[in-house]
């Protein structure tokens, strides 16, 4: 089946630090990938996408590419915000776009002044 | 820019109530969906919903669990019996289905069994 890893956190850096969090995956098929963020009492919001191999997905500073190669979609933000301070989902779905969304266990992100 | 609405925004229920969680999904979206997020763990797949019906459903899905979408724009979910864990955050979304796009996920439904 399909399975999503990420880094453990939480990961706590300072403004304008640059920022990593690593995410694998594993698919029986040719997976779209995901990244979602969820802010403090929010619901999950969808941050980047990346349909196949070589993709960049960006969106708010954010990036991720799609390496097939490597199976992995990490994000990177170059300076992050408190703003920021979320939880980071990396997810997939296989097929049309309409199968179901197998997520990681989610990467804390606490950002001090 | 469209939304996934979902009501009550919290929800505390006695453990062997039944809850309903409704949803409103956006108006052109054709694929429903439940998950929920027990506090501090990973999202998890519990129901997907096509045409009138179930499509997939996970092991957690069990038979205390229903969905239906009984007027063209509410999407429910129902569970007939509460118990404790089933304490969680319960996240509605949908997708048109054309394309990997991602889904739109709602804001979710804080249920509390006590």
């Known amino acids: 089946g399909n399975s999503v890893t990420q880094m453990e956190g939480p990961v706590t850096l300072s403004e304008e630090a640059f920022l990593t969090i690593n995410c694998t995956y594993t698919a029986t098929g040719y997976p779209s990938l995901f990244w979602y963020v969820q802010y403090p009492g929010e619901g999950l919001q969808l941050l980047l996408k990346a349909t196949k191999a070589d993709d960049k997905g960006s969106n708010k500073g954010f990036e991720a590419t799609y390496r097939k190669e490597t199976t992995s979609f990490h994000l990177e933000k170059g300076s992050v915000q408190v703003s920021d301070s979320a939880v980071y989902f990396c997810a997939l779905t296989e097929g049309g776009g309409y199968q179901k969304v197998t997520f990681g266990t989610g990467t804390k992100l606490q950002v001090i002044p | 820019e469209p939304e996934v609405t979902q009501t009550p925004s919290h929800q505390v229920t006695q453990m062997g109530q039944e809850v309903i969680l409704r949803c409103v999904p956006i108006s052109n979206h054709l694929y429903f969906y439940w998950y929920r997020q027990i506090l501090g763990q990973k999202v998890e797949f519990l129901v997907s919903?096509?045409?009138?019906?179930?499509?997939?459903k996970s092991e957690i899905f069990d038979d205390q669990f229903s969905v239906e979408r009984p007027d063209g724009s509410n999407f429910t979910l129902k569970i007939r019996s509460t118990k404790l864990e089933d304490s969680a955050m319960y996240f509605c979304?949908?997708?048109?289905?054309?394309?990997?796009?991602?889904?739109?996920f709602g804001s979710g439904t804080r249920l509390t069994v006590v």
């Open positions: 979304a949908s997708t048109l289905g054309q394309g990997p796009t991602g889904y739109t």
């Open positions: 919903f096509y045409n009138n019906e179930i499509s997939e």
